[in-house]
């Protein structure tokens, strides 16, 4: 006598997994693709020292001489574009914005021209237009733009430091919102055309990072060898996209509104980093990942920060 029903369960069952690991590796696959055409480039060169210190938004840590990088890349056929990437706080007044607040968040000073060789945000402008070289300009995402009440045209302050870690103030005009299909990207992030980052924080040409593009998005060892048989990199270290990632996006931070938070309450994401439950709102403790988040106990230690099991998911 056969038995072949717990066969063709076994078998059903292995090929439901089968089918189920290769559509999670095809989605995890397209989310390092978009994680290089809108954030983080295929690799990028930046100053010994700058990737550790990352988190921070160093200014002291740069690539000094970009345009003799960027020579060596044009003459190789290797799109490149110099970036400087740093924190502030962007501020709203109220008239003609519905009321007074600010957000701290990243700001990143592009070539404009460059930019558009490098990275898809050019093509994701829903109003206003792209930036321009030299402009006082800042590009918001849809995002933060709806829940500022942010449109073309308007004033935005942001309050930042200079390399040398004196105040900075910077006055800018909303030239575009943005929208991409990087969520997280979109809710951390404006954009200014470097010329006007290098001038206020007294950056002297200098650029936090060059920023590559290259086949695949997520280049081949033979692509990155291309590269540095390409450049002199002079002390520079040159970070391909596993080395900086291991084939994991980073971590990426909400921004922490202050001002009224109800505008900040549609469409908050979970922790995302752990089991904990959390909800929108003032008081409370507080998600370490997600300032904006107020944690409520954790549904597997009653922990109101993240236990070890949570750290694991």
Not at 70 to 82: N, Q, T, V, Y
Not at 192 to 213: H, N
Not at 289 to 308: G, I, M, Q
Request: contains cysteine.
């Amino acid at each position: 006598m056969h038995h072949t029903g717990p066969s063709f369960a076994i078998a059903g069952g292995l090929a439901i997994f089968v089918g189920m690991d290769s559509m999670l590796q095809s989605m995890a696959d397209e989310s390092y693709v978009n994680l290089a055409h809108y954030e983080t480039g295929s690799a990028q060169i930046a100053a010994a020292g700058y990737w550790e210190e990352r988190e921070q938004r160093p200014l002291n840590l740069t690539v000094d001489e970009p345009e003799r990088l960027l020579e060596s890349l044009d003459a190789a056929g290797i799109a490149a574009a110099p970036r400087v990437v740093f924190g502030g706080e962007l501020v709203v007044r109220y008239d003609p914005y519905p009321e007074d607040g600010s957000v701290r968040m990243d700001f990143i000073g592009v070539d404009p021209g460059r930019e558009a060789h490098v990275f898809r945000l050019a093509e994701h402008i829903v109003d206003g237009e792209w930036l321009k070289p030299g402009g006082e300009q800042v590009l918001l995402s849809s995002w933060l733009a709806e829940r500022l009440g942010a449109q073309v045209g308007y004033p935005v302050t942001v309050l930042t430091r200079t390399r040398d870690a004196f105040h900075q103030i910077l006055d800018l005009e909303v030239a575009g919102i943005y929208e991409t299909p990087n969520p997280q990207l979109d809710r951390s992030t404006a954009y200014l055309p470097r010329a006007i980052a290098d001038e206020y924080l007294e950056m002297d040409g200098a650029a936090t990072s060059v920023v590559l593009s290259l086949p695949g998005g997520i280049p081949s060892g033979a692509a990155i060898e291309e590269v540095r048989s390409a450049t002199d990199l002079d002390g520079l270290r040159l970070l391909d996209f596993q080395t900086r990632y291991g084939r994991s996006p980073r971590t990426s931070r909400l921004p922490e509104w202050r001002g009224s938070p109800a505008k900040w309450a549609h469409g908050l994401p979970g922790c995302g980093r752990s089991r904990c439950e959390t909800s929108s709102g003032t008081g409370g403790a507080r998600c370490s990942r997600f300032p904006l988040l107020r944690l409520r106990r954790c549904r597997c230690c009653s922990s109101r920060d993240s236990c070890v099991e949570c750290r694991r998911t």
